[in-house]
T-cell receptor, first 113, second 112 residues
Framework: DAGVIQSPRHEVTEMGQEVTLRCKPI?????LFWYRQTMMRGLELLIY????????DSGMPEDRFSAKMPNASFSTLKIQPSEPRDSAVYFC???????????FGPGTRLTVT | QKEVEQNSGPLSVPEGAIASLNCTYS??????FFWYRQYSGKSPELIMS????GDKEDGRFTAQLNKASQYVSLLIRDSQPSDSATYLC????????????FGAGTRLFVKA
């Protein structure tokens, strides 16, 4: 079975550019999470969806960040405009509602210069 | 106060020893507790979950929960070099639905 798929795996961009990260959850999972991980702040929950509906976006750092889940098999996290302090590894994870185990994707390593 | 606190380490133990990893949490109403393992450059992987006070054993791993003290621990018996990783404690809080809060992680080194 395919796990959580994220693309791209690595992204290097210049400050001010728009960045779009993509995630395909495990088929049948109806909760999706976006996390950001840095050495300084650890693993932070940015936003999560249940049945494609955003439930809690209190972790989204500022208006430059937005996330969508147009259907059960696809989600995007967009940063516009990007800043060097956005450099981090961004993980997507999915889970079946009613269960506890989250399955993480391989992550996208974002570098903003 | 952070919601989930862990000693960042590194914790270094010799091969074959018991590694003890600790975690405290602030939300007294938390119900679900997890340990994730993360190898360098990889994504977190769930290795243990615990929901009630006491011990839960799975192979070489034992999770311990004390809700009164708001304390969770992970014991790794017969530690192996392959256990060297960062261990993340995670808690499902009592607020925000199924929101999981992660600790910063403890780096474990098992010396051969």
């Amino acid at each position: 079975d395919a796990g959580v798929i994220q693309s791209p795996r690595h992204e290097v961009t210049e400050m001010g550019q728009e960045v779009t990260l993509r995630c395909k959850p495990i088929s049948g999972h109806n909760s999706l999470f976006w996390y950001r991980q840095t050495m300084m702040r650890g693993l932070e929950l940015l936003i999560y969806f249940n049945n494609n509906v955003p439930i809690d976006d209190s972790g989204m750092p500022e208006d430059r960040f937005s996330a969508k889940m147009p259907n059960a098999s696809f989600s995007t996290l967009k940063i516009q405009p990007s800043e060097p302090r956005d450099s981090a590894v961004y993980f997507c994870a999915s889970r079946q509602l009613g269960t506890d185990e989250q399955y993480f994707g391989p992550g996208t390593r974002l570098t903003v210069t | 106060q952070k919601e989930v606190e862990q000693n960042s380490g590194p914790l270094s133990v010799p091969e074959g020893a018991i590694a003890s990893l600790n975690c405290t949490y602030s939300d007294r109403g938390s119900q679900s507790f997890f340990w994730y393992r993360q190898y360098s450059g990889k994504s977190p992987e769930l290795i243990m979950s615990i929901y009630s006070n006491g011990d839960k054993e799975d192979g070489r791993f034992t999770a311990q929960l004390n809700k009164a003290s708001q304390y969770v621990s992970l014991l790794i018996r017969d530690s192996q070099p392959s256990d060297s990783a960062t261990y993340l404690c995670a808690v499902n809080g009592n607020t925000g639905g199924f929101k999981t809060i992660f600790g910063a992680g403890t780096r474990l080194f098992v010396k051969a």
